[in-house]
């Protein structure tokens, strides 16, 4: 990516970021203060930021303890959780789990969906996530997630660089080449 657009892009998430922190300051774990980044809907539109709408409720107040605890996240989800207490985590987790995923507009690729499927179905993915990748208690949902948040996930847990990582992902993805979490995040991203 040029220069120019990855400086405006970072103009833009701060801008969105400063706009988070100023609803949460003023709601406190409010719904309101996600949307910005994640969606009114909880379906983000922000590449790299997952969509959360349709998450299992253990997963999102496991990941919002650890973040709001400095375990995972980022440095704006961190300061957006500061101080937000375990009833309204359990709130927002609620009110996320209860939202419909929407898939992506984006048209499949049947070759590469159908190598996603293939590669998925060898490593028993469905496993952890369930047949349908809707995901369980803090297994997260992987089918109708952003399909390069997928892929730079995968890549973060393979590189330890995932920061709270699971370490059964890093397991989990031993021995599957890089190049094929292009085709696996394809294939989750346009499940329904």
């Known amino acids: ?4 657009l990855r400086q405006g892009r970072r103009a833009l998430l701060a801008a969105l970021f400063i706009f988070a922190a100023q609803a949460h300051a003023q709601k406190g774990g409010d719904p309101a203060a996600c949307a910005a980044c994640h969606g009114a809907d909880g379906n983000s539109a922000i590449p790299g930021t997952p969509s959360i709408a349709g998450q299992p409720k253990i997963f ?9 605890e400095g375990l995972r996240g980022n440095d704006v989800m961190r300061g957006l959780l500061k101080g937000v207490s375990d009833k309204e985590i359990v709130a ?6 209860r939202l ?8 499949i690729d049947a070759k590469l969906f159908n190598r996603g499927k293939d590669i998925a179905v060898k490593n028993r993915c469905a496993s952890c996530h369930e047949k349908n ?3 369980r208690e803090q297994m997260p949902r992987l089918a109708g997630q952003r399909e390069e948040f997928l892929a730079e996930v995968m890549l973060q847990y393979r590189q ?5 990582g699971d370490t059964m992902m890093n397991a989990a993805l031993h021995g599957i080449p890089e190049a094929d979490f292009k085709a696996l995040a394809h294939y989750f991203s346009r499940l329904k």
């Not at 419909?100 to 048209?107: G, Q, R, V």
């Open 133 to 135: 990748f809707a995901g």
């Open 100 to 107: 419909k995923p929407k898939l992506p507009d984006e048209k």
């Open 1 to 4: 990516m040029p220069l120019v």
């Open 160 to 164: 330890n660089r995932r920061p709270g």
């Open 60 to 68: 999102l107040e496991n990941y919002l303890v650890m973040t709001r």
């Open 92 to 97: 927002l987790a609620v009110h996320y789990s």
